[in-house]
């Protein structure tokens, strides 16, 4: 619960007078009333909008092609995005196949969010940074551990493909413009 303003009621308030334009698509609501609440007169005009991941044909074609020709390792970044890859991928009929595949992958989690995604999956990753960094996972020393991955990851040369578990799209027939 939030403390009761003690400001007096006839203190204008800090955004009065200021229209200001909200384009995010996630969250949005929560976004203009909480500038609302300040005095802003809030526009909503979404730029671009998310994808649910039950409905995005490309994440369905990429998870069908993952399970076609397994990858050597897999780097999982965000926890919610992996779990959604997954409960889409159940919901396609395809989770088994899926976490199939990925089992015989190397995993790599950037950080103990991912990680846990990971394992509630009934997966094992193989290394994940302290740092939680992106970079230090694909700068290959994997914590002394380089001899367990892909040659392909040893050596530096790994050619990607990049599953994204949620996609932004413009936002068709848009008629609000800021």
């Given at each position: 619960?939030?403390?009761?303003?003690?400001?007096?009621?006839?203190?204008?308030?800090?955004?009065?007078?200021?229209?200001?334009?909200?384009?995010?698509?996630?969250?949005?609501?929560?976004?203009?009333?909480?500038?609302?609440?300040?005095?802003?007169?809030?526009?909503?005009?979404?730029?671009?909008?998310?994808?649910?991941?039950?409905?995005?044909?490309?994440?369905?074609?990429a998870t069908e092609a993952l399970i076609s020709h397994p990858p050597?390792?897999?780097?999982?970044?965000?926890?919610?995005g992996f779990r959604g890859w997954v409960e889409a991928a159940d919901?396609?009929?395809?989770?088994?196949?899926?976490?199939?595949?990925?089992?015989?992958?190397?995993?790599?989690?950037?950080?103990?969010?991912?990680?846990?995604?990971?394992?509630?999956?009934?997966?094992?990753?193989?290394?994940?940074?302290?740092?939680?960094?992106?970079?230090?996972?694909?700068?290959?020393?994997?914590?002394?551990?380089?001899?367990?991955?892909?040659?392909?990851?040893?050596?530096?040369?790994?050619?990607?493909?990049?599953?994204?578990?949620?996609?932004?799209?413009?936002?068709?027939?848009?008629?609000?413009?800021?």
């Amino acid at each position: 619960m939030t403390a009761p303003s003690h400001r007096p009621r006839s203190e204008p308030l800090p955004l009065g007078g200021f229209t200001v334009g909200v384009t995010a698509a996630r969250r949005a609501q929560e976004l203009g009333a909480l500038l609302e609440r300040r005095g802003a007169e809030v526009l909503h005009a979404p730029a671009i909008r998310i994808v649910p991941l039950a409905d995005d044909t490309e994440l369905h074609a990429a998870t069908e092609a993952l399970i076609s020709h397994p990858p050597d390792a897999v780097v999982i970044t965000t926890g919610i995005g992996f779990r959604g890859w997954v409960e889409a991928a159940d919901g396609w009929g395809l989770g088994e196949a899926l976490i199939g595949a990925l089992r015989r992958a190397t995993l790599l989690s950037r950080g103990p969010k991912s990680r846990g995604a990971v394992r509630a999956a009934g997966l094992t990753d193989a290394w994940s940074p302290p740092s939680e960094s992106s970079a230090e996972v694909l700068e290959g020393d994997h914590g002394g551990e380089t001899s367990t991955m892909p040659p392909a990851i040893r050596t530096g040369y790994v050619a990607t493909e990049t599953v994204g578990s949620s996609r932004h799209v413009p936002v068709a027939n848009s008629n609000t413009c800021l």
